[in-house]
Every structure is written in structure tokens, then in C-alpha cells.
């Protein structure tokens, strides 16, 4: 069973600047997440999609982030514009029907 | 909302010791308790849960324990190796949409 998907692995910007991080979840997965894992903490939910309606967004910065999954499976995260603070690893995690999440690779940003 | 809070942020033992962390929570209707692994630069790794309705589950070297009445679950290594060396999160799930919060991890040294 392939696992989920991201792209790109790492990404370096400037502050200010715009960028997009792309998740694939596994296949047959309804419930997708992005989590933002600042080094040295634990993953924070910034959204949850059940199929392409989002469920819970409220810890996304929404000034700067949006996030959609309009097909109920690919899912794109974006930061406009970024800021120093979001540098962090962005991991988008999945679930089938029972509640077990499995987690990406995870794109590292780093903004200068 | 969920407060997750995990003991000890380090913990170093010799090869063959056992190795403890322990988290507590704040919500009571919080139903699902994963503990993830996770290796510098890489994913999280699910490798124990456990659910409300059990107090302890056993896998190999690896047991979770969950006290429901003092609301704390603890993670258990018995045996460490080496290859234990890592950072490990507590999770805890609360509700019905499946939503996680994480505890600020537990990077675990296994010395040989």
C-alpha cells in the first residue's frame, strides 16, 4: 500500500514571498490533515478535510494560509505572504475509518 | 480545547534498561491514545495506541498503559536498543472529528 504523498520535500523563500505544498493521501483515505511541526515540538493540526468539507481549521493562521481539497482526495496548503515564524516542517497526514493517522514525509521550509 | 503534557522532554538510559514517558490530558471524553516515533528528518511513526474502553495493550518490547480516572497514559520500553534512539510523541483524541494533540515529545538516547 503506498503511503501518503508530498511535494516538495524542502523549500527555501524569502519573507514575504509565496509558496504551495501538495499532499496525496493514501488511497481511500476520506480524512486528510496538515499539521505544521516547528523544530523541537510536536505536530499542530492546522486543518482537517473529511472528503474535500473541512472539519476543524481553527489553528490556521487564515490571514496567510489557505488550504483546499476540492476533489476529496489531493490536498494543497498554501502560505502568502510567509513570514519568518512559519519556517517549520509541514506534514499532511490521512485516516481511513478508524481514527489511525499516517503521516507523510513532510515539506521543511525555511523562510529567510 | 485538548491540553496534552508529556514527561520527560529527555530521558537517557543504557542499552537493555526500560525506558518510561508518561502524558497527561485534560478532556475526559478523549477516546484514543497513539504514541508516534519519530527519527530525525523523518515522518512520525505510529507505534502503539491504545483506545478508553482498555488499560494497558502489549506489542513486543513496547506496552502502553491508560489510566482513565487520573486521565495519564504512559508509554513503556522494555529492553532498549540502539535503534530506539529517537523522539517519541503522546497523542490524544478527543470527540468525533478525529482531531490529535500532540504532546511536546520526549527525545529518548539509548546509549549502547
Known amino acids: 500500500e503506498a503511503g501518503v504523498a508530498q511535494s516538495p520535500r524542502y523549500k527555501i523563500i524569502e519573507k514575504r514571498q509565496s509558496v504551495a505544498f501538495w499532499c496525496n493521501p493514501i488511497?481511500?483515505?476520506?480524512?486528510l490533515y496538515w499539521y505544521q511541526q516547528i523544530l523541537g515540538q510536536g505536530p499542530k493540526l492546522l486543518i482537517q478535510?473529511?472528503?474535500?468539507?473541512?472539519?476543524?481549521d481553527s489553528q490556521l493562521p487564515k490571514d496567510r494560509f489557505s488550504a483546499e481539497r476540492l476533489k476529496g482526495v489531493d490536498s494543497t496548503l498554501k502560505i502568502q505572504p510567509a513570514k519568518l515564524e512559519d519556517s517549520a516542517v509541514y506534514l499532511c497526514?490521512?485516516?481511513?475509518?478508524?481514527?489511525?493517522?499516517?503521516f507523510g514525509p513532510g515539506t521543511r521550509l525555511t523562510v529567510l | 480545547g485538548e491540553n496534552v503534557e508529556q514527561h520527560p522532554s529527555t530521558l537517557s538510559v543504557q542499552e537493555g534498561d526500560s525506558a518510561v514517558i508518561k502524558c497527561t490530558y485534560s478532556?475526559?471524553?478523549?477516546?484514543?491514545f497513539p504514541w508516534y516515533k519519530q527519527e530525525l528528518g523523518k515522518r512520525p511513526q505510529l507505534i502503539i495506541d491504545?483506545?478508553?474502553?482498555?488499560g494497558e495493550k502489549k506489542d513486543q518490547r513496547i506496552a502502553v498503559t491508560l489510566n482513565k480516572t487520573a486521565k495519564h497514559f504512559s508509554l513503556h520500553i522494555t529492553e532498549t536498543q540502539p535503534e530506539d534512539s529517537a523522539v517519541y510523541f503522546c497523542?490524544?483524541?478527543?470527540?468525533?472529528?478525529?482531531?490529535?494533540?500532540f504532546g511536546k515529545g520526549t527525545l529518548l538516547t539509548v546509549n549502547p
Open positions: 478535510f473529511q472528503n474535500n468539507g473541512v472539519v476543524d
Open positions: 491504545i483506545r478508553s474502553n482498555v
Open positions: 497526514a490521512s485516516s481511513g475509518q478508524l481514527d489511525t493517522q499516517y
Open positions: 478532556d475526559s471524553a478523549s477516546n484514543y
Open positions: 497523542a490524544v483524541q478527543g470527540g468525533s472529528n478525529y482531531k490529535l494533540t
Open positions: 488511497s481511500g483515505h476520506a480524512t
